[in-house]
């Protein structure tokens, strides 16, 4: 009998703070089951969906948009901090809970016009996820779909910063 995703998400009580409970997705990762069941189950989420490329932020969105792309013979597009990719870039900023970060993206990795799915590990504030569809939207593509495989309900980001996009988690967690 197969396991279900989120039996794999492990729960680690005051990380990295006391009354914070911690939702480990690396549980998924290090079991091929898992990996295999997390990718099966976003791909399944496209079924229909017309797209061209899969958008991803580093560092763990990498490791669930990549073989995503690769599984449904799609574009991969990182997203990354400032100053890791070579080529002419197009840059957001996004507040943390003490202080702002940025992110970037080729300036020439989309096309005017393309059709974005963008997937990442986690979705909490939606602080990142949203300045990932702003550097996908000023080079004119358009975002499709958000995929996450783990979301924190308790934020809100659905009705607040992520309001207006499709958006699908495959587990989700009432809560912070």
Same mark, same amino acid.
């Given at each position: 009998m *197969? #396991? @279900?995703?989120?039996?794999?998400?492990?729960?680690?009580?005051?990380?990295?703070k006391?009354?914070?409970?911690?939702?480990?997705?690396t549980g998924?990762?290090?079991?091929?089951?898992? +990996?295999? +069941?997390?990718?099966d189950?976003?791909?399944?989420?496209?079924?229909?969906?017309?797209? %061209?490329?899969?958008?991803?932020?580093? @560092?763990?969105?990498?490791?669930?948009?990549?073989?995503?792309a690769?599984?449904?013979?799609?574009?991969?597009?990182?997203?990354?901090?400032?100053?890791?990719?070579?080529?002419?870039?197009v @840059?957001a900023?996004?507040?943390? $809970?003490?202080?702002?970060?940025t +992110?970037?993206?080729?300036? %020439?990795?989309? #096309?005017?016009?393309?059709?974005?799915?963008?997937?990442?590990?986690?979705l /909490?504030?939606?602080?990142?996820?949203?300045?990932?569809?702003? +550097?996908?939207?000023?080079?004119?593509? #358009?975002?499709?779909? *958000?995929?996450?495989v783990? $979301?924190?309900?308790?934020?809100?980001?659905?009705?607040g910063?992520? /309001?207006?996009?499709?958006? $699908?988690s495959?587990?989700?967690?009432?809560?912070?």
């Open positions: *197969m #396991k @279900s995703l989120d039996s794999y998400v492990i729960a680690i009580p005051d990380y990295p006391p009354g914070i409970l911690f939702r480990d997705v998924i990762l290090d079991s091929a089951d898992g +990996l295999r +069941l997390a990718i189950q976003l791909a399944d989420r496209l079924q229909g969906v017309q797209f %061209d490329a899969i958008v991803s932020m580093e @560092s763990r969105g990498f490791i669930f948009g990549m073989p995503l690769y599984k449904l013979n799609k574009a991969f597009v990182p997203v990354r901090k400032p100053g890791k990719l070579p080529r002419e870039t @840059s900023s996004y507040e943390l $809970e003490y202080g702002t970060d +992110l970037e993206m080729h300036k %020439d990795a989309l #096309k005017p016009g393309a059709r974005v799915v963008i997937v990442d590990d986690l /909490a504030t939606g602080g990142t996820a949203g300045a990932c569809a702003r +550097l996908v939207e000023c080079v004119g593509a #358009k975002v499709v779909k *958000m995929l996450f783990i $979301e924190l309900e308790g934020f809100a980001a659905r009705s910063k992520l /309001a207006g996009y499709e958006i $699908e495959l587990i989700a967690y009432p809560g912070k």
